[in-house]
């Protein structure tokens, strides 16, 4: 399986449902658009509408959809994403999120704020895991 390969390991440290999903859409988008970039970015679209980053992984969301504007579009282009963070979740779940990876400051940030912070957090603890 082609898909297996290219799989980023975030995913490969995430849960065999989230690895199956990257997967089955990321083969599908090869068959469509070809190897290379637009078959990850829709991979990782797919992947955003069930699970969401939270440090090095990816785990599992209460609710699905699209997690942020990029993830809504059936066909994402390049541009700004919340980077794995579910981005439309409630500013309470993004606290959670927030508290978990011991965000400093996070009690007194608004919910755009929050999902920078964790952006952040989630790119040093995949640095730190690689």
């Not at 699905?64 to 579009?73: M, R, V, W, Y």
């Not at 541009?79 to 779940?93: C, I, L, P, R, Y």
Request: no cysteine; net charge positive.
């Amino acid at each position: 399986m082609p898909a297996r390969k290219e799989m980023p390991s975030t995913i490969q440290r995430s849960p065999k449902k989230a690895q199956e999903t990257w997967s089955k859409a990321h083969d599908s988008a090869v068959e469509t658009y070809g190897e290379g970039e637009r078959a990850h970015r829709t991979a990782f679209a797919a992947l955003k509408h069930s699970f969401e980053k939270v440090g090095d992984h990816w785990e599992e969301k209460s609710r699905k959809g699209p997690s942020d504007s990029q993830a809504a579009k059936s066909t994402p282009k390049r541009g700004k994403t919340a980077e794995g963070v579910d981005a439309k979740a409630s500013k309470q779940h993004l606290y959670e999120v927030a508290k978990r990876l011991e965000v400093p400051g996070r009690s007194s940030m608004s919910k755009e704020e929050l999902v920078d912070a964790i952006k952040k957090a989630n790119r040093r603890a995949t640095a730190k895991s690689r």
